[in-house]
């Protein structure tokens, strides 16, 4: 007696409607059909939950018309109101992975319906949005779509009910940043033990505590000509012109904005502004130069201290960013600033 | 060193007319051991209580728990340095009265902590909710001082568990564990192949109510040192801490730590089994840097290839532990560590208050924050005064059924640092 | 070598016992805001001599909190910085309870704060 209702979503290859060359496969709705993957799903509910509709979109289609095929997905669940609502798994597929995360983010937090996905730790959706929504860890091709379902069916049906969620150990899921308690097989000092004698003969274990993240950057030697140099601004304080025209998030940002500086000596109230909505905005909008100092760099310039003040500046929000996210900008203004001959960065923060 | 360790079963503990042991039954006489707790003036009064594993008791707020023992054969007595006369523990023979506790109890301050429910969900998060346990309520002379309080409670506790361990001197234990350590050029030439562990085990050293001691010698006051691991056996280690309790070690811990027991199980076998390092968790930043510096250096001249750490307490032992792991490793020594987190009731707060990328192999006992409801019992050994007190309980903690909301941290020994529980988090 | 400490406080008690003998800064602030107190002075290059999270009645359990500085001045010295922050961090992982106790509870806590602190001086001062 099936009673809990499923929309799965997936893309157009898993909908077998084609590879790259469909990629641009515009949204669309079955409902009452169950498509690929979700057969395999529906075993596995084991006759407690049944798809009430298959979400098809091409991946091209999401990532490129991120917004509009958003809204038409979330309108197609919201009228379909399932109990839980199931995306991929998308395994190493990376836009398939993103528009797995994003709308199952999207429908859990704008429909308040419970959501997972499934991918592959390396596919950059994970990074994303693994704090978002649980998702499942699965291997990287679709051979792993039998471990996957495993996984991602008794899940979904515990979210289904409302059930207490465990430990990702247990369920399966990447870990989320929440930290759960459980009862281990064995006590903790046999597991001190047994982690020790594998780290002793060089064998791989797993810590139960990976410390937080450290990506530490070994800094660059002193600029050693500095009244030669061409020095750009580089901000994670969100400071934008005055009426963010990017739209750059106040939380969690998806881009960044580059912006033109010439000739401008002073960022006034009137002029700039931050978008940046972790911290109380009151001084940095008063005056910008707070958190973007381009007053002082003005300064220097004319002092003859610094060479000149590059004329363009990259912001974005740090509050909530994913770490990917912030990589993949600085990857990309990285090569704009070499390209650019800046000869040093100021970094600054909030 | 040698030490064979008997253990006398006990099933179950009655009040008698006369102390003795007979087929695993302890009897009690409550006359006698009222007059050796009573031994210290500073005592006014006792009372003491039986709570079984399964019973509908809560006991609190719970100081010490001790295991019971006998020395048999060998140098010294148990607690040397507190009890018995100083002198080395940890060979010959020893009896342990096992499946039984002393449990200490009393207010020494306004916002004590320590439950053990002996039934219910709390039951399935202190290890003590196990044990046959003999419960002495301690109340002091008016006016005491807290700290004079605190040392006659302790004291009380390990004369009655040294007058119930006495009773079985002349027992056959039902079981004889052996364990045996070799000197150092020994265990080179009996395991050349096999690497070479010991075991670094921090001691709570802070100041009243966070104290421990060895040979009774205030942990604050030594500088790292190394032991047999079978002295611990003996009672070489006592606690006089009773704040944090989740993660502090009562002195049961202590006599049966679960690290020296699961590394002799692989000694010979997967590693040799070197040395017990102690060290401490002082509150002044460059006692830390000296203890650390010298765990490190015991390490590298012990010539050791991997260590196990072991914490006890929230907050400032966190920044003991990540140093004695970063100096340790860079030692070449691998280490593994094990903690206990605080990660907040939602569990997404950061968990310890240091950290450090060398720390790659952590064991967890749980998030100490977790809410926990404990339903009311029946029966209230102690007082509940203080439950809405003590640490993680808040103002909505007394429902109106009776039940009690709570944190982890409440529960005597819920989330111990020394691996005493299968209690984890992910 | 070391030229010194100040104690910084919140603590009446310690206030009591220390401000005609020792340089003693007192401010009648909560456990949380002494902290950031201590964080400003590590700012202007005062070092951490004790541990912010001494002992372990938990912030926000208990409203007292003593710390020792160094008298000096120097660059403004990291590990100080990190352990504060830490410790900061820390208070927003309890919840506030620190005004529900009995006026004599209080004296506990005065109390058991004097003793950590006490013990991070008994060290402190083998260097004076």
Not at chain 1, 166 to 173: K, L
Not at chain 2, 36 to 54: H, Q, R, T
Not at chain 2, 323 to 342: F, H, L, Q, S
Request: include cysteine.
């Amino acid at each position: 007696m099936a009673n809990i209702k499923v929309v799965h979503y997936i893309n157009q290859f898993f909908a077998q409607i084609g590879g790259e060359e469909k990629a641009d496969y515009p949204v669309e709705l079955r409902k009452g059909e169950v498509v690929g993957p979700g057969m395999a799903l529906t075993q596995n509910f084991k006759g407690e939950a049944e798809i009430i509709a298959t979400i098809i979109c091409g991946d091209s289609y999401f990532n490129e018309n991120i917004d509009k095929a958003k809204a038409e997905i979330l309108d197609m669940v919201k009228e379909q109101a399932p109990d839980v609502f199931i995306a991929g798994p998308a395994f190493n597929a990376g836009r398939y992975g993103v528009a797995c995360g994003t709308i199952a983010a999207a429908v859990q937090e704008e429909l308040g319906i419970p959501s997972l996905t499934g991918m592959y730790v390396e596919n950059p959706g994970a990074d994303m949005f693994k704090n978002q929504v649980y998702m499942v860890a699965t291997k990287n091709s679709a051979a792993g779509m039998r471990d996957a379902v495993k996984k991602m069916a008794p899940l979904a049906l515990k979210l289904a009910k409302g059930e207490p969620i465990g430990a990702s150990c247990q369920e399966g899921y990447m870990p989320n940043g929440v930290r759960v308690n459980f009862f281990e097989e064995e006590r903790g000092s046999k597991r001190a033990v047994d982690m020790l004698i594998k780290k002793l003969a060089d064998k791989p274990f797993t810590t139960e505590f990976p410390m937080p993240d450290f990506d530490r950057v070994e800094p660059n030697p002193a600029v050693k000509d500095l009244a030669h140099a061409k020095i750009a601004l580089v901000t994670s304080g969100g400071i934008v012109p005055k009426g963010n025209p990017d739209h750059i998030e106040s939380s969690s940002a998806s881009h960044y904005g580059e912006y033109d500086i010439t000739g401008v000596m002073d960022l006034t109230e009137d002029t700039y502004e931050t978008a940046h909505g972790g911290y109380d905005p009151v001084y940095a909008n008063e005056d910008a130069d707070r958190v973007l100092p381009v007053d002082v760099l003005r300064d220097m310039e004319k002092e003859g201290i610094i060479g000149e003040l590059h004329h363009l500046f990259y912001t974005t929000t740090g509050n909530g960013t994913a770490v990917a996210s912030a990589k993949a900008f600085a990857d990309e203004f990285s090569q704009k600033l070499k390209a650019d001959g800046v000869d040093a960065v100021i970094l600054t923060s909030t | 060193m040698r030490l064979e360790l008997g253990h006398i079963y006990i099933k179950d503990i009655q009040f008698a007319s006369e102390s003795k042991i007979e087929n695993g039954v302890l009897y009690v006489s409550e006359e006698a051991v009222k007059a050796v707790a009573l031994e210290d003036e500073k005592i006014k009064s006792v009372s003491f209580d039986i709570a079984k594993p399964g019973e509908s008791v809560r006991i609190t707020p719970v100081k010490d728990v001790i295991e019971p023992r006998v020395k048999v054969e060998g140098r010294g007595g148990i607690f040397p340095g507190v009890i018995a006369k100083v002198d080395t523990v940890g060979s010959g023979k020893t009896y342990a009265l096992k499946g039984m506790a002393v449990v200490t109890a009393g207010k020494i301050v306004g916002f004590q902590e320590g439950i053990i429910d002996m039934t219910g969900p709390g039951a399935d998060y202190t290890p003590f909710s196990k044990t046959l346990n003999l419960v002495m309520v301690c109340e002091p002379v008016d006016d005491i001082k807290q700290h004079d309080y605190e040392k006659a409670v302790r004291f009380a506790g390990f004369r009655v568990a040294t007058y119930l361990g006495e009773l079985a001197r002349n027992l056959t234990p039902d079981e004889t564990k052996v364990y045996e350590t070799c000197g150092i050029k020994e265990g080179i030439e009996k395991y050349p192949d096999l690497p070479r562990v010991a075991y670094v085990q921090m001691l709570q050293s802070q100041g009243l109510l966070h104290d421990t001691y060895v040979y009774g010698v205030d942990a604050k006051k030594i500088v790292p040192t190394i032991l047999s691991p079978t002295e611990v056996m003996d009672g070489a280690i006592v606690s006089g801490n009773c704040v944090s309790a989740c993660d502090k070690n009562p002195t049961y811990v202590h006599e049966n730590n679960p690290v020296v027991e699961d590394m002799f199980a692989q000694h010979g076998k997967a590693f040799n089994f070197v040395a017990h390092i102690i060290t401490n968790e002082n509150v002044y930043l460059a006692d830390k840097m000296r203890s650390s510096d010298w765990t490190a250096k015991l390490c590298r001249m012990l010539d050791l290839d991997g260590v196990i750490v072991s914490q006890e307490g929230f907050g400032n032992p966190d920044t003991d532990l990540i140093m004695n792991c970063k100096k340790i490793e860079a030692e070449g020594v691998k280490t593994v560590i094990i903690t206990d987190e605080y990660a907040g009731r939602d569990g997404k707060s950061q968990s310890l208050a240091d950290s450090d990328p060398a720390a790659d192999a952590v064991v967890t006992g749980g998030n100490a924050n977790q809410v926990i409801i404990l339903p009311k019992l029946d029966k209230v050994i102690g007082t509940l005064d203080y439950v809405t007190k003590i640490a993680g309980a808040s103002e909505e903690t007394l429902h109106e059924d009776g039940s009690l909301e709570v944190e982890l941290q409440v529960l005597t020994g819920a989330t111990n640092e020394t691996g005493f529980n299968r209690l984890s988090a992910r | 070598m070391q030229d010194g400490y100040i104690v910084l406080t919140n603590n009446p008690l310690v206030f009591e016992k220390l401000h005609s003998t020792h340089e003693l800064i007192y401010r009648e602030v909560s456990y949380e805001d002494i902290l950031k107190e201590a964080r400003d002075m590590i700012h202007q290059g005062h070092q951490l001599l004790t541990h912010p999270l001494s002992g372990s009645v938990k912030p926000n359990e208990t409203p007292y909190k003593s710390m020792l500085l160094s008298k000096s001045k120097g660059r403004m010295d990291q590990a100080s910085v990190r352990l504060i922050e830490y410790a900061l961090d820390a208070c927003k992982k309890f919840h506030f309870r620190g005004d529900q106790f009995q006026s004599d509870v209080y004296e506990d806590f005065q109390m058991i704060d004097w003793t950590l602190l006490e013990s991070g001086m008994t060290s402190a001062d083998v260097w004076r």
